[in-house]
């Protein structure tokens, strides 16, 4: 009965080069969420995406910053040409669908921890 | 612009009292209010939730209120205990959706 997995926990990138992190939804789980947590901040909305479909990138930076969720396979966010900015942790979160009568709460991963060089 | 604050970024208490965590927003569209829990290096926890038609949620040691005509929401946990020690973050959300807006979260330190 696994959880939502991230992985990896840890990423090092040098400034410039591109950062691919993933997360797999709790099975069965067709909606993701990522969010970023800035140091001393609280985490921040980026993207919303179901199975082949973005519902919602109002939180994502315009430019370097892509995210998708396949039909098979794990949701991944992809960072282009990182900087010391972007060097934060990244949460997923993931549900069954929308509002549910008993207003499931998202359950989130454990995060990846990105660090620019 | 944020839309969900927490305006104590710590709070001190000693274990067995009373720990007291405040939480306000701006948005009148939330409807739907959440309180998670965070360790070091681990993802957030759920905790207790309540929805805008109660004022009060209560979940054994845990119990959110919730002031919809002051936008303020509180969770109260007793008696807390040395493992309650974490970060605290409140939640809101809209009827469309999941979407959760984070509070700036409240470091809690239980002392022994």
């Known amino acids: 009965n696994a959880g939502v997995m991230q992985n990896p926990r840890h990423l090092v990138r040098r400034r410039g080069q591109e950062a691919r992190l993933r997360c797999s939804p709790v099975k069965g789980h067709s909606h993701v969420y990522w969010y970023r947590q800035l140091p001393e901040e609280g985490l921040k909305f980026m993207v919303y995406l179901q199975k082949e479909n973005i519902i919602d990138e109002s939180g994502m930076p315009k430019e370097r910053f892509s995210a998708e969720f396949p039909k098979e396979g794990p949701s991944i966010l992809r960072i282009q040409q990182v900087v010391r900015g972007d060097s934060a942790a990244y949460f997923c979160a993931s549900s069954p669908l929308l509002r549910t009568a008993d207003n499931s709460p998202l359950h989130f991963g454990n995060g990846t921890r990105l660090t620019v060089t | 612009d944020q839309q969900v604050k927490q305006n104590s970024p710590s709070l001190s208490v000693q274990e067995g009292r009373i720990s007291i965590l405040n939480c306000d927003y701006t948005?009148?569209?939330?409807?739907?209010f959440l309180w998670y829990k965070k360790y070091p290096a681990e993802g957030p926890t759920f905790l207790i939730s309540?929805?805008?038609?109660?004022d009060k949620n209560e979940d054994g040691r845990f119990t959110v209120f919730l002031n919809k005509s002051a936008k303020h929401l509180s969770l109260h946990i007793v008696p807390s205990q040395p493992g309650d020690s974490a970060v605290y973050f409140c939640?809101?959300?809209?009827?469309?959706?999941?979407?959760?807006?984070f509070g700036g979260g409240t470091r809690l330190m239980v002392k022994p």
């Open positions: 948005n009148s569209m939330f409807d739907y």
């Open positions: 939640a809101a959300s809209k009827m469309t959706g999941n979407m959760l807006t």
């Open positions: 309540i929805s805008s038609i109660k």
